[in-house]
Structure formats: structure tokens, C-alpha cells
T-cell receptor, first 116, second 113 residues
Framework: DTEVTQTPKHLVMGMTNKKSLKCEQH?????MYWYKQKAKKPPELMFVYSYEKLSINESVPSRFSPECPNSSLLNLHLHALQPEDSALYLCASSQDFPENVPYGYTFGSGTRLTVV | DQQVKQNSPSLSVQEGRISILNCDYT??????FLWYKKYPAEGPTFLIS?????DKNEDGRFTVFLNKSAKHLSLHIVPSQPGDSAVYFCAASDTGTASKLTFGTGTRLQVTL
């Protein structure tokens, strides 16, 4: 299995809703990532987990809450989002640093989030 | 502050010809560079990478060239095929900051028949 699976593929939520994005990989990767990509912009790093521990938080607002329940799963809990948070949310995984460096990450196909 | 820049938002090339995609960076701490390809409604797919200690890396139709003094890299695709039509992202990593990729803004490549 060489895939990163993200669910749901599309999500529309109101500003008062609570929802979660899910990401799963079975490649034995020990680093997992959340990226956010707005239209015509590059992916921007949000969070990095290494061995199920949060290692990087790129000053993301607390309305985004990541969780790594085990080495295969990564969640992103969403609460009280704003319309400007509408974007494509990409999950990725890799071997842990530094073994991952020449190979980059394996990305999922993303969740297209719309906040209304 | 965009540390990785792709100044051409789009490029059109005829099938069979060479496609050259360019990328510039400003952070001299970057020591590994990667290219990703992205189709609509899919996540980016890793293509090829190069270490800062090399100036060229080749994999089939794809070759990446690195000019450290100019802080410039390029991806050559020869020959270009219609299936290569996608958005290409350049990305850079600074191994001193533990596994963090910084992406460029992307170049949309259209390979025409």
C-alpha cells in the first residue's frame, strides 16, 4: 500500500460547526503532515508529527486542532472556522527525518473544505 | 516572504520538445530540492530530487539541474508528453529544521499535440 487516504474528499461546514478531517497511511511512515493550499498558491505547512508527537506547529490558529491517535492515523479537528479557512487540506507522510529527505513526502488527494 | 519562487505561472510546449521549468530560492540554508507534479483533484506527486552537493540528477525523461551560486534550479522534461500536462511545484528543504518543505508557487505546464 503506497497511498495516503484522506476523507472526506469534500466538506462544507458552517462557522459554528465542529468537523474532523481524517488521514490514513499504511506505509510504515513515522512522520505525518498537514498542509493547507489556497487557490493558485503553494501548499503551506501547518503541522508535523514525528513518531506520533507534534514536532512543528506553524503558528496555526487554535480553531485547527491536530491529533495523531497512532502511527497510521492523523486527524485535523475543525471548530469555529472562518470563510477564509476555505482551502484544500493536504495530508502527507514520509519516513522520519533525515531518511525522508531525498524522497519527499507522499501526499493524499486532499479534502476540499468550504466554510459558509 | 516567498523563499522559493517559480516566476513562470504557465508554460506551453509541443509534444516531443523539451520542457524547462525554472525555480529560484533565497534561503542559502536550503540543502535539498525536490520537484512535485500535481494533477487537478489530486495531491502532489514526488518526481525527482537533488542534493545541494550535486549539480545534476537524472531519472528517465526528467533531469534536475542545480546552480548553487545563482540559487537556481531547473527541471528538464525530454521528450514532453501530453500526460506531463500538470502543475509543477519546486520545493526546498533545510535539513537543519527537521523535515520541513517550502514550496514554490507552481508552474502550469501544457503539452500540446
Amino acid at each position: 500500500d503506497t497511498e495516503v487516504t484522506q476523507t472526506p474528499k469534500h466538506l462544507v461546514m458552517g462557522m459554528t460547526n465542529k468537523k474532523s478531517l481524517k488521514c490514513e497511511q499504511h506505509m510504515g511512515h513515522r512522520a505525518m503532515y498537514w498542509y493547507k493550499q489556497k487557490a493558485k498558491k503553494p501548499p503551506e505547512l501547518m503541522f508535523v508529527y514525528s513518531y506520533e508527537k507534534l514536532s512543528i506547529n506553524e503558528s496555526v490558529p487554535s480553531r485547527f486542532s491536530p491529533e495523531c491517535p497512532n502511527s497510521s492515523l492523523l486527524n485535523l479537528h475543525l471548530h469555529a472556522l472562518q470563510p477564509e479557512d476555505s482551502a484544500l487540506y493536504l495530508c502527507a507522510s514520509s519516513q522520519d527525518f533525515p531518511e525522508n529527505v531525498p524522497y519527499g513526502y507522499t501526499f493524499g488527494s486532499g479534502t476540499r473544505l468550504t466554510v459558509v | 516572504d516567498q523563499q522559493v519562487k517559480q516566476n513562470s505561472p504557465s508554460l506551453s510546449v509541443q509534444e516531443g520538445r523539451i520542457s524547462i521549468l525554472n525555480c529560484d530560492y533565497t534561503n542559502s540554508m536550503f540543502d535539498y530540492f525536490l520537484w512535485y507534479k500535481k494533477y487537478p483533484a489530486e495531491g502532489p506527486t514526488f518526481l525527482i530530487s537533488i542534493s545541494s552537493i550535486k549539480d545534476k540528477n537524472e531519472d528517465g525523461r526528467f533531469t534536475v539541474f542545480l546552480n548553487k551560486s545563482a540559487k537556481h534550479l531547473s527541471l528538464h522534461i525530454v521528450p514532453s508528453q501530453p500526460g506531463d500536462s500538470a502543475v509543477y511545484f519546486c520545493a526546498a528543504s533545510d535539513t537543519g529544521t527537521a523535515s520541513k518543505l517550502t514550496f514554490g508557487t507552481g508552474t502550469r505546464l501544457q503539452v500540446t499535440l
